[in-house]
């Protein structure tokens, strides 16, 4: 039997198309997210995952289509509310931020979504979520440091604090692990490993590149090409090297070992 919890939907997307300048950047998009589940997106570059992302974190309206996010459906509800709901990070909101706040003002900051913490009033409890938020990444020691002095993978690590300042009902990472070297890339998916297997935590979405970047945890796939959703559902069901293979156009295989992916071409790597 199903739980109440896990049948709560926190998002849903039907019937979405996305049109710019005559061009189709997202067709015929359905799409469902429950609660308790961990997805990856994956999908190659032009495949339309940020503008994916984009709708589901309100910042953008499609062409055709409903989306409904934690209950509050887009052109029906006020979206600036309902944003500061969704925890996001991505490398645009990395380069906005100051980067001689220290990393505790930077956290703190997301619970009102500002950049900065000196266009609001906190108090005591407020400063203390944001420090428990970096230990729950495994930045508190670095709680009074400055954001421009931390790695690049410290620097996704707080801006994952900062999302989760709010208690968020829906986190989604828009490829967080982008110019990581391999220990902040390593460190960073252990940190959404924890995350992943706590079941205190959101709904994720992590979007990626790369199978050997999926957490461990993660529970779904979608994998998006052209626009158009080509897979979706149990992670395990939709990582097949004959639906990888369809998704970027060449011949893949795939594997998951110790409860990691990896992905190799077989064969000429001449597009299909």
Same mark, same amino acid.
């Given at each position: 039997?199903?739980?109440?919890?896990?049948?709560?939907?926190?998002?849903?997307?039907?019937?979405?198309?996305?049109?710019?300048?005559?061009?189709?950047?997202?067709?015929?998009?359905? =799409?469902?997210?429950?609660?308790?589940?961990?997805?990856?997106?994956?999908?190659?570059?032009?495949?339309?995952?940020?503008?994916?992302?984009?709708?589901?974190?309100?910042?953008?309206?499609?062409?055709?289509?409903?989306?409904?996010?934690?209950?509050?459906?887009?052109?029906?509800?006020?979206?600036?509310?309902?944003?500061?709901?969704?925890?996001?990070?991505?490398?645009?909101?990395?380069?906005?931020?100051?980067?001689?706040?220290?990393?505790?003002?930077?956290?703190?900051?997301?619970?009102?979504?500002?950049?900065?913490?000196? =266009?609001?009033?906190?108090?005591?409890?407020?400063?203390?979520?944001?420090?428990?938020?970096?230990?729950?990444?495994?930045?508190?020691?670095?709680?009074?440091?400055? %954001?421009?002095?931390?790695?690049?993978?410290?620097?996704?690590?707080?801006?994952?604090?900062?999302?989760?300042?709010?208690?968020?009902?829906?986190? $989604?990472?828009?490829?967080?692990?982008?110019?990581?070297?391999?220990?902040?890339?390593?460190?960073?998916?252990?940190?959404?490993?924890?995350?992943?297997?706590?079941?205190?935590?959101?709904?994720?979405?992590? $979007?990626?590149?790369?199978?050997?970047?999926?957490?461990?945890? %993660?529970?779904?796939?979608?994998?998006?090409?052209?626009?158009?959703?080509?897979?979706?559902?149990?992670?395990?069901?939709?990582?097949?090297?004959?639906?990888?293979?369809?998704? %970027?156009?060449?011949?893949?295989?795939?594997?998951?070992?110790?409860?990691?992916?990896?992905?190799?071409?077989?064969?000429?790597?001449?597009?299909?």
């Amino acid at each position: 039997m199903v739980s109440v919890t896990e049948s709560v939907a926190v998002l849903t997307i039907s019937g979405v198309r996305l049109v710019r300048d005559g061009t189709t950047i997202l067709d015929d998009i359905d =799409w469902q997210v429950r609660a308790g589940e961990r997805w990856v997106l994956l999908g190659p570059n032009g495949s339309g995952k940020s503008s994916l992302c984009q709708i589901v974190t309100l910042y953008q309206h499609p062409s055709r289509g409903t989306v409904s996010v934690l209950g509050g459906e887009l052109g029906r509800v006020d979206v600036r509310a309902l944003r500061r709901r969704i925890g996001v990070t991505s490398a645009a909101l990395a380069a906005m931020m100051p980067r001689t706040l220290t990393t505790e003002q930077i956290v703190v900051a997301g619970k009102h979504a500002a950049l900065a913490h000196w =266009w609001n009033t906190y108090d005591g409890d407020d400063w203390e979520q944001a420090r428990t938020c970096l230990a729950r990444v495994g930045c508190r020691g670095h709680a009074e440091q400055r %954001f421009e002095t931390l790695s690049s993978g410290e620097r996704q690590r707080v801006l994952l604090a900062r999302a989760l300042m709010t208690d968020p009902g829906l986190l $989604v990472l828009d490829e967080p692990t982008a110019g990581l070297d391999l220990a902040g890339r390593e460190q960073l998916i252990q940190t959404l490993t924890r995350l992943a297997r706590d079941p205190q935590a959101p709904p994720l979405i992590v $979007v990626t590149h790369h199978v050997d970047e999926i957490p461990p945890g %993660f529970t779904h796939a979608l994998l998006l090409a052209g626009g158009q959703i080509r897979a979706a559902g149990p992670i395990a069901e939709v990582l097949t090297s004959e639906r990888l293979t369809d998704c %970027f156009g060449i011949c893949l295989a795939v594997e998951r070992r110790h409860d990691r992916w990896r992905a190799w071409a077989t064969g000429s790597a001449e597009p299909l």
